[in-house]
DNA sequence: CTGAAAGCGCTAACAC
DNA sequence: GTGTTAGCGCTTTCAG
């Protein structure tokens, strides 16, 4: 493996010349230059990143964070993250966190110790006093998931608008018995989400019934499911759902297949997220769409900018209500 | 930030010292020991890893290149090489070549620069001299599609058997038109699970109708959708279908329900991979499941051996026939 | 058991 | 325009 000293021998010019041709400075005349060109060719030689790095204190790797790659959710985030961070020179070191706290302390200390120029953190469930102490010395952005406090840079939608929204599609199509199928309120999204929900009824004179309203641990189909399940248990079942996630809504569609009901004539239901699959399940879900690329295109260019040591505003984008045929 | 030196300087020490600390070796008395770990917590130091890549020449990051990552039979796969790297205190570099041969280029220069150890290479769609090249000097598996000429190792299963025995199951269920939505041939697996698909008509004494043989490109959903669209063109409609991807027999069994036909009643079908989503679909999708756990996890376990320099066989997983309701 | 010192491969002052 | 040289932060002989 040729390293810059072997090449420079070759081509008979300094070490410092030749990183000026591979950094592309112009202060090379052109016939150096392809002297050391060729020596480059000639020695089949590709610089060493590890060097480089050292010797620039960065790594030019960004680390995203995400509870779990199966989530079909953060895969279109993820695409858009990839092709900024690409366009800028960086490249992505993606690493599932399963929420569990100890995975997250592995990866938290590949930015302390320098594997990792910044952090993208879109696990909800993560240590907030952790990712504070993180936040004191390296650049991080949250997506998706913040913390209202506004210590952290984040990208996000407006979560309690867009389920307001969902709920009001819900009650103008004349439903009656709105059900929720929510995450556990220790996240943001899921209080933010009831809230918009409560709204809802509130500004159509409706009370909201508690026995509608589950708040479920995991994020898989099979919870959707399960949460489906109690719902139907009910002496007085609901006529429409209100998923806060895409996946929950596909797992209470089976569950409503299952029961024999039919969607939505008997119940509605709708999801959130838009991803790629609700338009394939039978039949097609009605749901928020996030602007998931864009997010995670911004979450790039935030991150970015803060390892450049920019300042940087956090956002809130554009969702839209998706209507199809389950409602 | 603090480094080695301003470790060793507090705590009255050399580097060296401090460095056999941080790497546990055995020959420092405890008293050293602990003045020196008195000086990491002082300082809140934490060791670059940088430095030490360089130094080792090595960068302990592996690299994962998949098509997309919203497929989700990578998914799986991923858990397992990222549990395992872990384990041998490797992370991993997910990217997406999104069968694009520049981003192969560029991701390939990743360890041509020494920013990764090895890969694992899911792309079935690379320039196979850029690969036998690039073998050639840097560690690299292929997991799931692979060469035949055995150049590379690689982990994968036997695909023909598979896809022989899904044939198989069709014909026993007594249908008679059993069509095939399959990707392009320029794949292997593509390829073998045809040879499969015509070994269990040739061994029932039947012939192919090429008519009910599709081709199709791309992987996603909407694919598989309109391969069952062309299928059900036909004078005579396919009574079943074997879809090479769980994807594409999502999209198929979407197409049915459309054109108002019953699963399995009318056409039976049955995938391929085993996707989480196969089970929530209604009706639930018969399908081979492939160890995808496993295969990432042997596929890890391979790839760090070879960058030890160790000598490593290529290996054929077992799969197995799920019969659900869509058969 | 500990320290001194060389050096991994590169970039960027600084000098000419 | 080009070369000399001093590190970036670490690990590892080699001495003692």
């Not at 858009?80 to 070191?93: H, L, P, R, S, V």
């Amino acid at each position: 493996m040729a390293t810059i000293l072997e090449v420079a021998k070759k081509a008979g010019v300094s070490v410092a010349t030749v990183s000026r041709v591979l950094n592309n400075r112009h202060q090379v005349r052109e016939v150096t230059r392809s002297k050391v060109e060729q020596a480059i060719i000639a020695l089949n030689y590709e610089p060493s990143v590890l060097g480089r790095n050292l010797r620039n204190s960065e790594s030019r790797l960004l680390l995203v964070l995400i509870p779990s790659i199966a989530n079909p959710f953060y895969t279109e985030i993820i695409n858009g993250i990839e092709d900024t961070a690409i366009k800028e020179g960086y490249n992505i070191m993606l690493c599932e966190t399963d929420s569990n706290p100890q995975r997250e302390a592995i990866y938290f200390n590949l930015v302390r110790n320098r594997m990792a120029d910044g952090i993208i953190l879109m696990d909800p469930t993560i240590n907030r006093n952790n990712v504070l102490q993180l936040a004191d010395q390296h650049p991080i952005v949250q997506c998706s998931e913040f913390d209202k406090d506004g210590l952290i840079s984040y990208v996000s939608i407006n979560n309690e608008l867009a389920a307001y929204q969902a709920v009001k599609h819900l009650i103008k199509i004349g439903r009656q018995r709105i059900a929720l199928i929510n995450s556990e309120e220790k996240f943001l999204y899921a209080r933010e989400r009831r809230a918009g929900y409560e709204r809802a009824f509130r500004e159509y004179g409706r009370s909201v019934n508690p026995s509608y309203m589950y708040n479920i641990k995991g994020l898989s189909f099979e919870n959707g499911q399960q949460a489906m399940r109690m719902l139907l248990e009910q002496q007085e079942k609901p006529d429409a759902v209100f998923a806060v996630s895409d996946v929950f809504a596909i797992g209470a569609l089976k569950e409503i297949h299952e029961a024999g009901l039919s969607v939505p004539d008997e119940i509605a239901i709708i999801g959130f997220d838009k991803i790629s699959f609700s338009n394939m399940t039978y039949p097609t879900l009605t749901t928020i769409a996030q602007p998931m690329y864009r997010m995670g295109s911004i979450s790039a260019e935030m991150i970015i900018a803060k390892i450049r040591g920019e300042k940087v505003e956090s956002r809130l984008l554009e969702h839209e209500l998706i209507i199809r045929e389950s409602t």
